[in-house]
C-alpha cells in the first residue's frame, strides 16, 4: 500500500494484512524496472518474467507464473485447454512452509496449553487425547496421500481424451441450448425416440394404408346409399318444378337433373349433380346459365326454393327482387306461391312488384334521406291506410290516381 512511514521503499511498503495485490510488474502504473530491483514489497521478481498462465472456472480464477529459465524443454500443443509438456510454474514454497508451520505450531501449541490443564481437570485430559489422535491420523493420511502421489503416474492420452470429451460436452450443451448433462441426456432420448420412428415407418405406413382401406370402403357403401337416394328423387322433384313453373306461364319449360358418378369422393360423395332447363318444345336441355333469361331464372329459383323449404327446417327465407324479369299475372302467381310457403316459414322479400307486396302480412317502406353531408336510409312499418297508398305508387306513379288506387285495394282485398 501506498506510504511514506518507516521501512517504505518508493513510497510503497509491504501490508499483508489490509495491502493490495498487484499482479504483473508495472501493472499498477508504475515504470518498468528491472527484474532484479528487490524491494521489501515485492516477490521472487528475479524468479519469473510476467504472468501468462490462467485456469478459469465457473468458481474462481487461477493465475500462476510461467517460469522461463527452461523455455527450450517446453514442449507444443494446438489445445489451449491442455499443459504443455515440461512447462514449469513458479510456486512459493516459502509460503507454504510458512502456511504448514503456522498450522503445525498452533496445534502443538493447542497441545501444550491442553497436556498443562490435563492435571487440573480430566475434560481437558479428554481433549488432549482426542487432539492427538486426530494429528496422528492427519499424520497417516498425508503420509499415504504422499506415498499415493509419489507412486501415480499421469497418463497424457487418457488426460487428453478426458478433456476432448469434456470440450464435446459443453459444445453440445451450448448447442442445444442446455446447461447440464442431464439436459443432454434428455435431447438423446428424444432423438431416439424419434428415429425409433423413423425405422418404424414402414409398419406406420402399412397400417395406415390398411386404415384408409377401411374408411374408403365405408365411404363407398355410402356413396351408393346417396346415389340410390338421388336416382330416386329426382323424377318426382322435376315434376313438382314442372308444374311450379306451368303455374308461373311457362307450360312447356323442363327442368332435368342430371347425376353423374365422379372417380373420386366429394364433400357430398361420389355425383356430379347439373340442373339441366329447356324453356320451349322441342328445345334441348342445357345449363341454366345458357339458357334461362333474368325473369326464367326468377321463377325457377322460386320453384326451386319453394320445394326446397317443404323439406328442410327453414325458419327464415330471404328473396331479394326474385320478380326481376316478371309482372303482370306471373307475379300475382309469384305472389301466391310465396304467400303459400309463408304458411310455415318466416319470408322476408324485397320487391319493387306490387303484386307480390300485396300479398304481404307487414309492409316496411324502405326511404332515404339527405343530410348535411350523408344520405341515410330509413325503415319504418307502414299502416293500412300508408300501406295502399305505397302499392298505388308502385302501380301508376308518386300521385296515383283512383284508378291505382282503386286497383290497390283489389290486390289486398284478393289475398285475405
Known amino acids: 500500500r501506498p506510504s511514506k512511514e518507516a521501512g517504505s521503499m518508493d513510497h510503497f511498503i509491504r501490508d499483508d494484512a489490509q495491502g493490495t495485490v498487484y499482479i504483473g510488474e508495472g501493472c499498477w502504473g508504475a515504470p518498468l524496472r528491472a527484474v532484479d530491483n528487490q524491494t521489501s514489497w515485492m516477490r521472487q ?37 491442455t499443459e504443455p509438456a515440461g512447462i514449469s510454474l513458479w510456486h512459493n514454497e516459502d509460503e507454504d ?30 481433549l488432549y487425547n482426542r487432539l492427538n489422535s486426530v494429528v496422528e491420523e492427519l499424520r497417516d493420511v498425508a503420509a499415504e496421500a504422499a506415498d499415493i502421489a509419489e507412486n501415480t503416474e499421469a497418463d497424457g492420452g487418457e488426460l487428453n481424451a478426458a478433456q476432448e470429451r469434456l470440450n464435446l460436452l459443453y459444445r453440445l450443451q451450448k448447442k442445444h441450448g442446455v446447461d447440464s448433462n442431464m439436459g443432454l441426456i434428455q435431447i438423446r432420448d428424444s432423438f431416439q425416440q424419434k428415429l425409433l420412428h423413423f425405422e418404424r415407418s414402414d409398419e406406420n405406413i402399412l397400417a395406415l394404408e390398411k386404415e384408409i382401406g377401411k374408411i374408403e370402403k365405408t365411404m363407398r357403401e355410402m356413396a351408393m346409399v346417396i346415389h340410390a337416394a338421388r336416382e330416386k328423387a329426382a323424377p318426382g322433384f322435376e315434376k313438382k318444378i314442372n308444374d311450379l313453373l306451368a303455374q308461373l306461364a311457362m307450360p312447356n319449360a323442363r327442368l332435368k337433373i342430371q347425376i353423374k358418378e365422379l372417380p373420386g369422393f366429394a364433400a357430398t360423395g361420389k355425383d356430379e349433380i347439373q340442373f339441366l332447363f329447356a ?8 345449363p341454366l346459365k345458357d339458357v334461362a333469361s333474368g325473369g ?6 322460386l320453384c326451386l326454393k319453394s320445394v326446397i323449404a317443404a323439406k328442410m327446417e327453414l325458419p ?9 324479369g316478371v309482372s303482370g299475372e306471373v307475379a300475382a302467381r309469384m305472389g301466391q306461391i310465396m304467400a303459400s ?29 339527405d343530410g348535411a353531408d350523408r344520405t341515410t336510409s330509413s325503415m319504418k312499418l307502414l299502416s293500412d291506410d300508408d300501406r295502399l297508398m305505397e302499392i298505388a305508387k308502385m302501380l301508376s306513379g308518386d300521385k296515383p290516381g283512383k284508378a291505382a288506387i282503386e286497383n290497390a285495394k283489389e290486390l289486398i282485398t284478393a289475398q285475405v
Open 316 to 324: 327464415t327465407m330471404i328473396f331479394d327482387e326474385i320478380d326481376t
Open 279 to 286: 324453356t320451349n318444345k322441342g328445345s334441348d336441355f342445357l
Open 97 to 126: 512452509d510458512e502456511d504448514e508451520n503456522s498450522l503445525s505450531d498452533r496445534i502443538s501449541g493447542l497441545m501444550r496449553e491442553l497436556h498443562a490443564y490435563a492435571g487440573i481437570n480430566d475434560q481437558f485430559q479428554s
Open 341 to 369: 310457403m309463408a304458411k310455415s316459414h318466416q319470408l322476408l322479400s324485397i320487391t319493387h312488384s306490387p303484386q307480390i307486396a300485396a300479398r304481404a302480412q307487414h309492409h316496411y317502406f324502405v326511404y332515404k334521406s
Open 45 to 81: 521478481t528475479g524468479s519469473f518474467n510476467h504472468f501468462n498462465w490462467l485456469w478459469i472456472d465457473k468458481d474462481n480464477i487461477e493465475v500462476r507464473t510461467v517460469k522461463t529459465d527452461n523455455a527450450d524443454m517446453v514442449g507444443e500443443t494446438d489445445d489451449a485447454f
Open 296 to 301: 326464367e331464372m326468377a321463377r325457377l329459383t
